[in-house]
């Protein structure tokens, strides 16, 4: 190429990427007239009188009726047979972790494209995180390339599943439900089984998403929940477990209140347990918002139609959409760029006009503390991460 025809085609390129930016941008303003955050709560239920009802009665911290309240709530709507309320997503997936017997020396595998607090969660046993590939049709565990990787790299010896290349065992495997999508549960299930590695469902997201007719989180022996601000339901901050399995919900109980045995007066810890109990002033956040949540899924299912109309005709871009084994909670929308050099322009588009668009987490092997962990083939999550921007994604957005 002569340094002319370089100019031209660099020409052509930022032209065509302003050009992609501002019809991006109109698009956007067609669906959200106005500058909006990525997510924000909405209490327009019963919010206010449940909080001020554990102030009166001075039933505010770890005990309380409106923790129970909210376990049975959860459990009801999920329909799973156990809920177990916690004080964050994170503190529940670490407890899933370690209720499973994930110790230090174990490895964990979790996808790559995934809030850090997965990985987090894994690193508080002690254990090491296996960074495994996505698939770009739900975003979750790619279970072929995994069947593929640990062909490669893992040996079954007495039952338990070893990384040949580490020497450690690989214990389980954590499968996230990314911005609300539902991994393909059954594909990771066949994976998993014959290596013996327990499957772990990280459900943050996925509050009122199901696969194949079936509530997320309810598919996995152990699944986490998160209530944090931004998620589809909160109490401020607040988590739980979901099990099918008494003896687990009573071990997670157990752990989450510091292992105390009930006792009138006694204080007696039968091991080291965990101030993981979430309090009853945002268990009763939390009943106040379960009982709005069917209108907020309706309203962000039709959020994510109205973007998804509204970007068909944009060239270059597509909305990403439920597979067709999921029913989406569409959490977060996602737009997936043609052209990965289109993201920063837009990026910076939308922070100038106002929107709380953000690009996708940047990948755990590339932030400093996890970055010498093993990984395998990471290509499709490079790709999707370096195309991927979320756009304003709050339920009042898509009220009719
Ligand atoms: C939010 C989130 C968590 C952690 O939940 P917190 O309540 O913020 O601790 C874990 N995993 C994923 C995928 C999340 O989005």
Known sequence: MTKDSQRLALDNRLG????????????????????????EPE?????????????????VS???????????????????????????????????????GVRAGDEVIIPALTFVATANAVAYTGATC?????????????????????????????????????????????????FGHPADLDALKAVCAPWGIALVEDAAESLGSYYKGKHTGTLAP?????????????????????????????????????????????YVHDEIGFNYRLPNINAALGCAQLEQIERFLADKRNLATRYASAFAHVHGVRLFT????????????????????????LLEACAAAGYGARPAWRLLHRLAMYKECPRMDLRTAEDVAARLINLPSSAVLGRK
């Open 16 to 39: 065509r990427q302003g050009m992609a930016a501002e019809e991006v941008l109109r698009a956007l303003r067609g669906v959200v007239p106005n500058p909006a955050f990525l997510h």
């Open 322 to 345: 439920e597979a067709n084994f999921a029913r989406s909670n569409y959490w977060l929308n996602a737009l997936l760029l043609e052209d990965a050099a289109d993201l920063p322009p």
């Open 130 to 178: 296996h960074f495994a590939d996505i698939d770009a049709t739900t975003l979750g565990i790619d279970a072929g390339q995994l069947e593929h990787a640990l062909r490669e790299v893992a040996r079954v010896e007495r039952g338990v599943c070893f990384n040949r290349q580490t020497g450690r065992p690989i214990r389980a495997l954590v499968c996230v439900h990314t």
């Open 62 to 100: 770890s005990v309380g009726a409106y923790v129970d309240r909210f376990e049975r709530d959860l459990a009801a709507f999920t329909g799973s047979p156990f809920a177990v309320a916690t004080t964050n997503g994170t503190a529940a997936l670490h407890l899933c972790l370690h209720l499973l």
């Open 222 to 266: 152990l699944a986490a929940l998160s209530f944090n601000g931004n998620k589809i339901i909160t109490t401020g901050g607040g988590g739980a477990i979901l099990t099918q399995d008494a003896e687990l919900a009573r071990r997670a109980k157990h752990l989450s209140t510091t292992a105390k045995v009930p006792h009138r007066w006694e």
């Open 43 to 59: 209490f327009a239920g019963r919010e206010r009188a449940y909080i001020l009802d554990c102030i009166d009665t001075g039933w």
